[in-house]
């Protein structure tokens, strides 16, 4: 059996067009598939919580609160007020 080359011609643009797709699907699938795994959501950034415990009467030990408080300003922490 002879193929003409009509025949020819159009197999060979056929063979074209379906590699070209697969080229296309093997470079979008990585892509899209990336994507909807790294879309997670960012969890909240976990505070730190400093707590100071004191044996006796706030008024005898009040300087060393007063350092302590003073140095974790200098170190960026803010005080909070919780009750």
Known sequence: M???SKQ?????KVTEFIRGRVLVV????????LL?????????KKVPRVGF???GSASVVSA????FRQ?????GYVQIYRR
């Open 26 to 33: 093997l470079c979008v699938l990585p892509t899209v598939l």
């Open 8 to 12: 020819k011609a159009v197999s060979s």
């Open 64 to 67: 060393r609160v007063e350092a």
């Open 53 to 55: 415990l004191v044996a």
């Open 71 to 75: 140095g974790l300003r200098e170190r």
């Open 2 to 4: 002879k193929v003409s």
């Open 36 to 44: 909807t795994v790294s879309s997670q959501a960012q969890q909240p």
